[in-house]
């Protein structure tokens, strides 16, 4: 029995199958669902979990060389917000694209972690290295 770090299995299954530059999803409550990719619904009520909770989770065994989010996150939310995602997301290169072509790569990722997350645009497609 596993006693520390991720315990859901269906998480734990899904991150032992990204391997060098595949990609990972961690959607907000209300991205779209993708019938060709693998989804793991963690949410439980708004908020719980966050996309930055499934992040410093993940970030524990799990090298990330990439991230991938919505310009639009830029836009739309506060300075506080913007800072918190940049200090989770330290060390690791962020590229900002439109929304609509960070929705294009979701096909090509192993699979998806959707949470409860009611942030806009907290979407972020990691790529391991």
Same mark, same amino acid.
């Given at each position: 029995m596993l006693k520390s770090g991720i315990i859901n299995p269906a998480i734990n299954s899904l991150l032992s199958r990204v391997r060098h530059?595949? #990609?990972l999803v961690i +959607?907000?409550?209300g991205f !779209?669902?993708?019938n060709e990719i693998e989804i793991v619904d963690i949410s439980l009520v708004d908020d719980l979990p966050t996309v930055l909770q499934v992040l410093a989770a993940i970030r524990q065994n799990y090298v990330i060389g990439k991230i991938y989010m +919505? @310009? @639009?996150f830029k836009q739309v939310n506060t300075d506080d917000t913007q800072t918190t995602f940049t200090?989770? #997301?330290q060390d690791i290169a962020v590229q900002y694209e !439109?929304? @609509?072509m960070l929705k294009k790569r979701v096909p090509e990722a192993t699979g998806l972690i959707r949470t409860g997350d009611t942030i806009q645009y907290a979407n #972020?497609?990691?790529v391991s290295a």
């Amino acid at each position: 029995m596993l006693k520390s770090g991720i315990i859901n299995p269906a998480i734990n299954s899904l991150l032992s199958r990204v391997r060098h530059t595949n #990609m990972l999803v961690i +959607a907000d409550r209300g991205f !779209p669902y993708w019938n060709e990719i693998e989804i793991v619904d963690i949410s439980l009520v708004d908020d719980l979990p966050t996309v930055l909770q499934v992040l410093a989770a993940i970030r524990q065994n799990y090298v990330i060389g990439k991230i991938y989010m +919505a @310009e @639009e996150f830029k836009q739309v939310n506060t300075d506080d917000t913007q800072t918190t995602f940049t200090h989770a #997301m330290q060390d690791i290169a962020v590229q900002y694209e !439109p929304h @609509e072509m960070l929705k294009k790569r979701v096909p090509e990722a192993t699979g998806l972690i959707r949470t409860g997350d009611t942030i806009q645009y907290a979407n #972020m497609i990691l790529v391991s290295a």
